[in-house]
Structure formats: C-alpha cells, structure tokens
C-alpha cells in the first residue's frame, strides 16, 4: 500500500497561502503608494501653539511630510533673537549644511532639487540654545506656494507635555 507524504500537502498549502499574502500585500502598498497623501505639519518639543507657532528650546523639530515639489522654503520671524542654527533633513538623509538664521523675518530655501512626482518629508530641527531667543515659525512654501496647515503633535507624545513652552 501506497503512503501519502501528508507533511509536502502541508507545504503545498502553506507556501501557497505565503504567495497569496505577498501578492495581496503587494497590490495594497502599491495602491497606496500611489494615492497623494496631503501634505502634514508635525511638531515634536517644546512649542507654544496658538495664533501663531512658537519656540524657543534646542532640538525641537518641525516636520513637513507627504510633499510633492521641487523646492521647499520655511518662513522664521526671528526679530526676538540674535539669528539661530537648525539642521535639515530631507527624506531621511541629513544635510551636510546648517540653516543660520537671520535676526529677522526671512524666508529660507531649504531644498531646491526634489523631483516633484515623488513624496518628500523635510524635517527642521533647532541646534541652537534657548538663551538665542524665540522664534516664530510662519509656515512652509512648496515651489513658491505657501502650505495652509495646522501644526499637529507627533503621535508619540502626550499635549499636556509638549505644549508646555518657556517661549511665552
């Protein structure tokens, strides 16, 4: 009598459904990845939000999300301060240039190269200490258009914790 090898039916099956779930997941990413996303305005430290944006402490970050353009500019009123330093991060990847910053109201580009037909994240972070004073955050421009967003706190953290400012 003939025995069956139960175990390589199992196998059949199991690598069967393994290919099924790749290709599910692979048609869902794909659809995703294809729909725009609106750009998103994140905020992560210690920032005073109301009529307007503000702050004052080292390594808090602004980041713009879900961006399509070729150049991205930031609005910073720093008339309170003697001009501050940030580093920018496009997708991920550090640039090797600071920001310094004015002691006034200025636009700023910080990249001028994306490819439009892709989605960019740009993240500004503030090097400087507090004691350079408070600046205003006025909004990002994509290729000349400025963003109407609302700052939203990244998931991470609690509103009771992070709107807490010495930038009052």
Known sequence: ?????????????RDGALVFVLVFVGILLS?????HA??????????????STRFDWSGVA????????SSVSVLLDESQTVGNVYSVMVDGV?????LNASASVHSYVL???????QS???????????????????GFSVDGETLQLQPRLLPAQSSSASSASSAS
């Open 1 to 13: 009598m003939l025995r069956r090898d139960r175990s390589f039916d199992l196998k059949l099956l």
């Open 31 to 35: 659809t995703i990845s294809t729909a």
């Open 38 to 51: 609106a750009p998103g305005l994140w905020i992560d430290g210690r920032f005073t939000v109301g009529e």
């Open 62 to 69: 602004i980041w713009l999300t879900d961006v399509h353009g």
């Open 94 to 98: 550090l640039l090797p240039t600071t």
């Open 111 to 117: 990249v001028s190269d994306l490819d439009p037909s």
């Open 120 to 138: 960019h994240s740009i993240v500004l972070r503030k090097r400087s200490e507090a004691s350079y004073g408070v600046v205003t955050f006025r």
